[in-house]
Structure formats: C-alpha cells, structure tokens
C-alpha cells in the first residue's frame, strides 16, 4: 500500500501503467513544480540569468587565449561577511549568505580543486575586495553580492557573484533527479500565444524523423514536450538531431514558466544554466 502511495504521488495522483505518454510526464512535471520547492524559488528566491562573471575585454581575451592554465591563490585574502544583500530594481531584497574570495575563484576555474599546475600556467590570486555587480535575474535586474579579484599576471580584476548558491538553495536542488533525452531546449515568443521552439532528440536513422511537439497549459505553467516516433527496439549508433517548430498557446503565455516535461525543469535552464545549478554541481 506504501509503494501504491509513492507511485501515485509521483504520477501526480494517477496510476501510471506501461510507457509514460506525454500528458504523464507533464502531470509529474506539474505536480513537482508546485510541490518540491522550486516554484517557491523561482517567484521569490535568487535566480540569475546574466553571466556570474565581469571581466574587462583584455582579461577576457587572455584567459581564452591561455584557456589552459590553472587558478591559484597567491596572497592573503580578506574574511568574507556571514551575508549581504541582493536589492532588486523594484525595491524588494533578500539576505543571502556569501562565498569567501578562495571560493570565487574556484568557481571561476574550469578544473577540479586537487589539480595542480606549473608556476608560470596559473592566474595568480593576491588580492580581493568585497563589492557588489549587477546581474539579471528571473525577478529583473538586481545588485548583487560580489567579489572583485586581483591577479599579479592579469591585465584587470575580475567581478564574480558571492551568493552561496548551495546554502540558499537552486531550482535543480528542489527538483531533484531529472531525465535527460528527447528535450526542448529553449523557445522564443513570437507573440503573445506563439512559441518558437527549438528542441534535440536522438535518432537511428540517416533521415530526420517526423518529430511534433506537444503541449500541456495549467494557469502557472506551460509544459512543452516532444513525440518522437518509435524506432524498435535493439541497440542503433544514435545521431543526435536538432528541430525547431512553432506552437500555438489557447491562452496567452503572461509570466507563466515554461517547463520541459522530461527534465521537470524550466526551459530556460538548458539556455542559461547558473540559473537553475550551483556552479559546484
């Protein structure tokens, strides 16, 4: 009886029976958009769209050209607050906790924190100051806790978010596991009701398959899916293939999320993905 509660719970109060159709991914999307936390964190938490980073353009055109090098602390750095405050262009705020400087610049670094590298392959921190940047988020442009970083062999600082992502929790925290697979993978609004969707999916053919999207509508969310026709069973060298294709909405989009009902997750996670994942994920 424990088992049946589960599954149902997790087919948003139905039982699901043999293959999940479209309408049932997108009742579990639904359902734990609304009950895991994340649609709490979407409305009233910190979400940033914009790049976690600011560099002047000759910091940035090093770091591509020398796109191997390591990242190492090199001098001493200040303590960082317990806090700080990210103020919202409307007026609204929050208290968030904060990174230290050795933090940000591993976030800033490609590489796992045990590797190391040669003295003269490696960024040099040797300094930090505790300021703040501008970013834009899901609830608009906000300030925001940063940290400006101090290299002895870059031309200029670098900027970078302080907010402690893990401790004030992500989109994909309170989602938890998701699928991956056949996804839309960001849409553009057309007007109002029109949706052009871009989306991949794989295939055991040469030719592209006569993939159409499907689309569930609720008054909080918009759940966007693909059918992909079956391609039998057995192993197959899956290419994978890209579309793109317009739906119409029965009512207007407004500020309703759109959700991808595989993943469970927004849309616009795939496309900008510090949105919904902390940078150590």
Known sequence: MTLLT?????????????????????????????????????????????DLSAMPPEVHKRIQHDEEYGWVVAGSLPTSPAEAQVRWDDGSTMR?????????LLALSPWPEEYTFPDDESYKLTG????????????GMATVPAWRLYFSNLPGPIDRVAVDRDAVGTVEDAVGDHVSGEQVTDFEVLDERTLLVSYDYGSCSREPLDVSLRVSEKPDVVVLGLYVPDQGGGLCAGVGRFGRDVIRLDEPLGDRVVLDALSRLPVLCH???????SRSE
């Open 271 to 277: 496309r900008a993905p510090d949105a919904c994942r």
């Open 128 to 139: 930090a100051t505790f300021t703040t940047m501008r970013l834009k988020t899901v609830r």
């Open 6 to 50: 589960v599954v149902l719970l997790l087919s948003g109060g139905r039982l699901l029976i043999g293959p999940l159709t479209f309408e049932d991914h997108a009742a579990q999307a639904v359902w734990t958009w609304r009950t895991s936390g994340a649609a709490e964190i979407w409305r009233k938490g910190f979400v940033p769209v914009g």
């Open 96 to 104: 968030v906790p904060v990174i230290g400087p050795r933090d940000a």
